[in-house]
Nanobody, 122 residues
Framework: QVQLVESGGGLVQAGGSLRLSCAASGRIFSSYAMGWFRQAPGKEREFVAAISRNGNTYYADSVKGRFTISRDNAKNTVYLQMNSLKPEDTAVYYC????????????????WGQGTQVTLSS
């Protein structure tokens, strides 16, 4: 079973940037698609971004052009660069591993991290 550990969350002003990291255990990280989801208070967990094992990327419309997902297979790490942050980006951000080529649904993922809090101040 893979372990995923997110880091990089925090408090940031609107318009600012953060980079989230997700470190994965295991030796076959490069074989899996990875994704980021987020969950705001009182809301459902939602898809943010995904990256296939070949590096193809997919984004939710709400973050397209502002967020960038990337991966470093040598470090078993996936990143989420978040720019031009808005108050509505406040949420707990989760990293997840997909058993599909890529996924935008929660059911496409079988392993999850514990989450990292991102809070925007206006």
């Amino acid at each position: 079973q893979v372990q995923l550990v997110e880091s990089g969350g925090g408090l940031v002003q609107a318009g600012g940037s953060l980079r989230l990291s997700c470190a994965a255990s295991g030796r076959i990280f490069s074989s899996y698609a990875m994704g980021w989801f987020r969950q705001a208070p009182g809301k459902e967990r939602e898809f943010v971004a995904a990256i296939s094992r070949n590096g193809n990327t997919y984004y939710a419309d709400s973050v397209k052009g502002r967020f960038t997902i990337s991966r470093d297979n040598a470090k078993n790490t996936v990143y989420l660069q978040m720019n031009s942050l808005k108050p509505e980006d406040t949420a707990v951000y989760y990293c997840a591993r997909s058993f599909k080529t890529y996924g935008i649904r929660i059911s496409d993922y079988d392993s999850w991290g514990q989450g990292t809090q991102v809070t925007l101040s206006s």
